[in-house]
């Protein structure tokens, strides 16, 4: 039997279920996925879940906001990619050893092309990105784009943090999160790596209200519930081509189901699971 989970919180709106349930079961696998709530100041809470993780009465465990950097302290490893980034989605247990990996950032690499081969058009050959944030789901984005060639800058409300990043990996800029002093005309890619914007804060965006973007911007908001949030909207409404991270959940959901079980489910089966 196969036990997975997802800790994080809030988790009350998660899709996570839904997407492992059916990986289970197009894979002709016993066993279920659980949400583990812990509240961000819950240490002991996340070491007494994490040894389960250890023990084995847990297969594997994903990993999301607050916990995606705070789970690290606890692993025995760090897989390459994890340990470059600096944050953690995905947990499992090798020969009594906890190790963390992190599937973040080649799951949005992948969708971000796919979304980038319908709008080819849209994109120069100085590719230009501004990531919107600075935490766990932003160290996957950068270390993403920078190994796919991009000229990536980083904005945070917490300055600092975006500075921490930016020491992190070499070549990021950091910005000041001031919209009216930014030259927004040569960028081809916003990203929102924040919460801004998830259920139920819906009626919120990370970019100011009216704030007019150069036609060939094209945006991807890592937040995918609800299907179509205000950034997106707000961009449609200026004829821009914009997305969600539903995709990029599909596939960093379904690297993990690899790693924990050695299956490669379908992605148009767990894409159907979310839309039932």
Known sequence: MIHLGLIGFPLGYSLSPKIHT??????????????????PDDKQGLKDLLARVRSGEITGLNVTIPHKQNVIEFMDELDLTAQAIGAVNTIYSRDNKLVGDNTDAFGFLKDLNHFLARNQSKIVKRK????LGAGGSARAVVY??????WNVNITARRIEQAQELSWR??????????????????????????PIGMTPNIDQSPLPEKLSLPSNTLIY???YNPRETKLVK?????GLQATTGLGMLIEQASLSFEIWTG????REILLQSVDQ
Not at 24 to 38: N, V, W
């Open 128 to 131: 230009s990105a501004i990531i």
């Open 22 to 39: 059916a990986a289970l079961k197009a894979c002709g696998l016993q066993g279920d996925y659980s949400l583990f709530p812990i509240h």
């Open 234 to 238: 707000d961009a449609h409404t200026q």
């Open 169 to 194: 990996f070499v070549g990021v800029n950091v910005m000041e999160l001031n919209f009216q002093t930014f030259n927004l005309s040569y960028l081809q890619l916003i990203v929102n790596t924040t």
């Open 263 to 266: 299956h490669n489910p379908p």
């Open 144 to 149: 993403a784009l920078l190994n796919d060639g």
């Open 221 to 223: 908001d890592l937040v």
